[in-house]
């Protein structure tokens, strides 16, 4: 019994980590981008496709792996992918090429595909529903750490090892999480308890697209799945890269203050998220107005970003990045407002699919932005222009979705029928 106990925390320690490094790599390219544009010789054009490889690959990898979860189990699966990953990061450290930089972040993205849902399989068999809720919001808050390691101590290690074996360290990491997960992980307890509302069969794939086709007659869904689409397209794109050439080439601030300006972007993500649910859930008591807060304010922000003086202090630039962070958390209601827009048994595939949209939508505003500044600027990609004309269409999105939103139902308040 002692034994299970121990497992059952140790699978639940192991899965975390594993989430905090898909953080990670989703967001390591901000702050070595000058190394990669000059090591590999890539314009900005490539350098956004690069980037924009991992979300591409991620976001199709999820279509297949509730399936792979259910028939072959999370042991093997997360295993499996893990050493894709393992590979994916030790080709991106060593290539020379833009092809194989692609090709280490298409691998990079297949291989941590699975860590949360897979997380959240373990979570269910080993815990049971009742402390599913807490624990998974636990996954999730410690994910976070991925985003910040990505910042500041990612720049630390570069500068202290170069960023080459600083990225063949972490697939060293990588390669020891894996093992560890495999020795240590199993699919379920030996005497697998009943818990109470536990489904006895997952869904197959053809029931969840047949799910997914009926929820595209619905209005409330397309609104809420292309306001995700923007807002947290908008917010990975600078988070995950942008960011770090607007600071260091546009701004001229060192790695080192950029990775912390970044840093702070990713604090303000992590207190919004409980502000915002508090605000919708008993404050205003609003889950439409709290999102269409959110994307007004991102837009506001976005406008103030492309108009600041050249000469700007780095205390506003601190509040903004910061504010640009707090602001883009209130997407996180859009998956609370189409759980509760939907009818029960529909849930699970609406919040499916605008999951989909949201790491589609990273991918096509990572390279949307890159082609974007290198066909009006071929000569300044990089410059403050080019990043005033990006963070302007940015806004100029958010700004039409904040629109549209004003067209779903809230399910909280008194008026659900704007």
Not at 106 to 124: D, Q, R
Not at 202 to 214: A, G, Q, R, T
Not at 293 to 317: D, E, M, N, R, Y
Not at 402 to 411: G, K, N, Q, V
Request: proline fraction near 4%; charged fraction near 10%; glycine fraction near 8%.
């Amino acid at each position: 019994m002692k034994l299970a106990i121990s497992r059952r925390w140790a699978i639940f320690i192991i899965t975390s980590l594993l989430f905090v490094l898909s953080q990670f790599y989703r967001s390591s390219i901000a702050v070595i981008t000058p190394q990669l544009m000059s090591d590999v010789s890539i314009d900005t054009k490539g350098l956004s496709f690069m980037s924009a490889a991992f979300f591409y690959a991620f976001a199709l990898t999820q279509i297949p792996i509730g399936i792979y979860l259910d028939r072959i189990g999370p042991r093997k699966t997360m295993t499996v992918l893990s050493l894709v990953a393992v590979i994916g990061a030790l080709i991106f450290a060593w290539a020379n090429s833009l092809e194989m930089l692609v090709l280490g972040r298409l691998m990079l993205g297949i291989g941590m595909a699975c860590n949360l849902m897979g997380s959240f399989k373990l979570l269910t068999l080993w815990f049971g529903p009742l402390r599913f809720a807490t624990l998974s919001a636990f996954i999730l808050s410690l994910g976070t750490a991925g985003n910040i390691a990505a910042t500041t101590p990612l720049v630390l290690l570069v500068k202290a090892v170069d960023w080459r074996p600083a990225f063949t360290i972490i697939a060293a990491v990588n390669l020891l999480l894996a093992i560890i997960f495999f020795l240590v992980v199993r699919d379920r307890p030996r005497e697998t308890p009943r818990y109470p509302g536990t489904p006895e069969n997952s869904m197959n794939l053809h029931e969840i697209l047949s799910d997914l086709y009926s929820l595209f007659a619905k209005k409330d869904y397309w609104i809420i799945s292309i306001g995700t689409f923007c807002r947290y397209g908008v917010y990975a794109a600078v988070q995950t890269l942008w960011a770090g050439p607007y600071l260091m080439k546009a701004r001229g601030l060192s790695a080192f203050n950029a990775g912390n300006l970044i840093l702070l972007m990713n604090i303000g993500f992590i207190l919004g998220g409980p502000f915002c649910g508090i605000l919708s859930d008993k404050l205003l008591q609003t889950r439409k107005k709290i999102v269409i807060g959110g994307l007004v304010s991102l837009a506001a922000v976005l406008l103030s970003l492309a108009f600041l003086p050249q000469k700007a202090s780095i205390l506003t630039l601190a509040i903004l990045f910061f504010s640009f962070g707090l602001v883009s958390s209130a997407g996180g209601v859009m998956y609370t407002h189409i759980k509760e827009l939907m009818p029960i048994e529909k849930a699970g595939a609406a919040m499916t699919g605008i999951n989909f949209f949201t790491m589609i939508g990273s991918a096509v505003f990572l390279q949307g932005l890159g082609n974007l500044m290198q066909h009006l600027y071929p000569g300044a990609s990089l410059g403050a222009q080019a990043f005033k004309g990006a963070f302007l269409l940015c806004a100029a999105c958010l700004a039409f979705v904040s629109f549209l939103y004003f067209f779903t139902r809230d399910t909280l308040g008194k008026d659900k029928s704007l």
